[in-house]
């Protein structure tokens, strides 16, 4: 079962973090993405990462992750003519960037749908809670 929640970052720019864990491509990783907060139909992500295939992710692992995202879209996140967009290139030890656009491993998964189904979270700690004491319910703890 595919899982995603999301929260919107703070700062000039107004960006939805999502965090996707469940089937498809997420079975073997767990997807952070970014998307405007009003993306349209046929829209990408502003930008993508995942965890190293392989990799497992604690809460701890991830909640410094989107502590690093949030920072830097704060500093580099940015809305033009054609949307928003990130200002510079974003890399982050121990996951795998893929830029902006859909990535070929989640092409089925597409932002204006996976951001209106996603659960809504009022900040990174809640989100990695929510996740995290989920996984633990079903028995697929990260840890």
């Known amino acids: 079962m595919m899982m995603s929640f999301k929260y919107l970052i ?8 999502v965090v996707i864990a469940g089937e498809a491509a997420a079975t073997t990783r767990l997807w ?3 998307v405007s907060d009003n993306p349209t139909v046929g829209s990408g992500w502003v930008g993508c990462w995942s ?3 392989g990799k497992v992710e604690t809460a701890h ?3 410094r992750f989107l502590e690093e995202i949030n920072a830097e879209v704060v500093r580099v996140g940015r809305t033009g003519p054609f949307g ?3 200002d510079d290139h974003l890399f982050f030890d121990g996951w ?3 830029g902006s656009g859909i990535p070929a491993p989640i092409e089925n998964l597409l ?3 996976v951001l209106a189904g996603a659960e809504s979270c009022r900040s990174s700690d809640e989100l990695v809670g929510r996740l995290f004491n989920r996984e633990m ?3 697929d703890s990260y840890e």
């Open 10 to 17: 703070s700062g000039e720019q107004r960006f939805v973090v």
């Open 32 to 34: 952070v993405c970014l």
């Open 51 to 53: 965890s190293g295939t």
């Open 61 to 63: 692992s991830l909640g």
């Open 84 to 86: 928003a967009y990130l």
């Open 96 to 98: 795998d960037a893929w």
């Open 111 to 113: 932002p204006v749908d």
């Open 137 to 139: 319910r079903t028995g």
